[in-house]
């Protein structure tokens, strides 16, 4: 086994973090090196949280704490980083709560939406992979029926995990399809159903309503789907992230969220926001391209990358 195989999924995901990690510590070294904890220093602690896009509300809530406990006493860095760790695990600990299929549907339907580029494809074959190698039997559906080159990649991910994909022509209705492959997955008894969808920007009315028409379509043939929708998120788009999941959440009732592309950004704090603003699930994130890099969520372990400490 290589190296790279060999890696726990901390060191992974430590890695992973890295961008974001050292912008937090490189901060908080710079302002607590030798230095009491005075109002100047809460101050420039709160800023550096807001920077490091853990969000106005959680840098707040942190240095309202911090003062509580530590106000006119020297902190070293080390502590901060451990305080970090803890109150940020705290915020996380209610959202992360692993995808758990319903065995008793047939299949579980999951919709999975998010804008372009945000790597909904990618997680869709990571997500068969993972359930298929747990013995599910698993479809995927290729809604994303305006780019061939997603058809194309869901196929290869389809060939490579031994799971069907049901796929159309360019430009066909992607609600026909959403339809046609609830009945076959219904008809060949499927424990799992995977609908992508075409990226489409949060401020495209038009794109939205289509949105709504697939969910529509798909509860003529199951009222109770989509059991899930997942809103794919970039890391990389930071603050945009917020806008996304409130246009998604009124378009369709995204019950959870994937947050990808953590290794390629030092906005990782985000998922921390996006946690205390919005409290919904945080399934799983991505910390590269293989399907070893998409794990369930696990807030101590996130909390401790993103401040930058051991497991």
Same mark, same amino acid.
């Given at each position: 086994?290589?190296?790279?195989?060999?890696?726990?999924?901390?060191?992974?995901?430590?890695?992973?973090?890295?961008?974001?990690?050292?912008?937090?510590?490189?901060?908080?070294?710079?302002?607590?090196?030798?230095?009491?904890?005075?109002?100047?220093?809460?101050?420039?602690?709160?800023?550096?949280?807001?920077?490091?896009?853990?969000?106005?509300?959680?840098?707040?809530?942190?240095?309202?704490?911090?003062?509580?406990?530590?106000?006119?006493?020297?902190?070293?860095?080390?502590?901060?980083?451990?305080?970090?760790?803890?109150? *940020?695990?705290?915020?996380?600990?209610?959202?992360?709560?692993?995808?758990?299929?319903?065995?008793?549907?047939?299949?579980?339907?999951?919709?999975?939406?998010?804008? !372009? &580029?945000?790597? =909904?494809?990618?997680?869709? &074959?990571?997500?068969?992979?993972?359930?298929?190698?747990?013995?599910?039997?698993?479809?995927?559906?290729?809604?994303?029926?305006?780019?061939?080159?997603?058809?194309?990649?869901?196929?290869?991910?389809?060939?490579?995990?031994?799971?069907?994909?049901?796929?159309?022509?360019?430009?066909?209705?992607?609600?026909?399809?959403?339809?046609?492959?609830?009945?076959?997955?219904?008809?060949?008894?499927?424990?799992?159903?995977?609908?992508?969808?075409?990226?489409?920007?949060? !401020?495209?009315?038009?794109?939205?309503?289509?949105?709504?028409?697939?969910?529509?379509?798909?509860?003529?043939?199951?009222?109770?789907?989509?059991?899930?929708?997942?809103?794919?998120?970039?890391?990389?788009?930071?603050? !945009?992230?917020?806008?996304?999941?409130?246009?998604?959440?009124?378009?369709?009732?995204?019950?959870?969220?994937? *947050?990808?592309?953590?290794?390629?950004?030092?906005?990782?704090? *985000?998922?921390?926001?996006?946690?205390? =603003?919005?409290?919904?699930?945080?399934?799983?994130? &991505?910390? &590269?391209?293989?399907?070893?890099?998409?794990?369930?969520?696990?807030?101590?372990?996130?909390?401790?990358?993103?401040?930058?400490?051991?497991?």
């Amino acid at each position: 086994m290589s190296e790279e195989g060999k890696k726990s999924w901390f060191a992974r995901l430590k890695d992973g973090l890295k961008r974001s990690s050292s912008k937090l510590t490189t901060g908080i070294a710079d302002i607590f090196t030798k230095r009491r904890l005075d109002d100047d220093a809460l101050e420039e602690f709160e800023d550096l949280l807001i920077t490091s896009d853990l969000g106005v509300t959680t840098a707040a809530k942190l240095g309202a704490e911090l003062s509580r406990t530590r106000f006119d006493k020297e902190v070293e860095p080390a502590e901060i980083q451990e305080f970090i760790a803890s109150e *940020v695990a705290k915020i996380l600990e209610p959202v992360a709560k692993p995808l758990v299929i319903d065995a008793c549907k047939k299949p579980h339907v999951i919709l999975v939406v998010g804008v !372009n &580029g945000s790597g =909904k494809t990618t997680t869709i &074959g990571k997500l068969a992979k993972t359930y298929r190698d747990q013995g599910l039997k698993v479809m995927m559906a290729a809604g994303d029926t305006f780019r061939a080159a997603a058809v194309e990649q869901l196929k290869v991910w389809g060939e490579r995990t031994g799971c069907p994909v049901i796929a159309r022509d360019t430009g066909a209705d992607a609600a026909g399809l959403a339809f046609d492959a609830i009945d076959q997955a219904q008809r060949e008894g499927y424990d799992l159903l995977l609908i992508d969808t075409a990226g489409r920007l949060q !401020n495209k009315a038009h794109l939205m309503d289509e949105l709504k028409k697939i969910v529509r379509v798909i509860q003529k043939r199951d009222q109770a789907a989509p059991h899930d929708t997942l809103l794919v998120l970039d890391a990389t788009t930071g603050q !945009n992230a917020h806008s996304q999941v409130e246009v998604f959440s009124e378009a369709t009732s995204v019950t959870g969220l994937i *947050v990808t592309k953590l290794d390629g950004t030092a906005k990782g704090g *985000v998922v921390v926001a996006l946690a205390e =603003k919005f409290g919904k699930p945080v399934h799983a994130i &991505g910390v &590269g391209e293989s399907a070893e890099d998409l794990r369930p969520f696990d807030a101590k372990s996130f909390a401790r990358s993103l401040a930058g400490l051991e497991d």
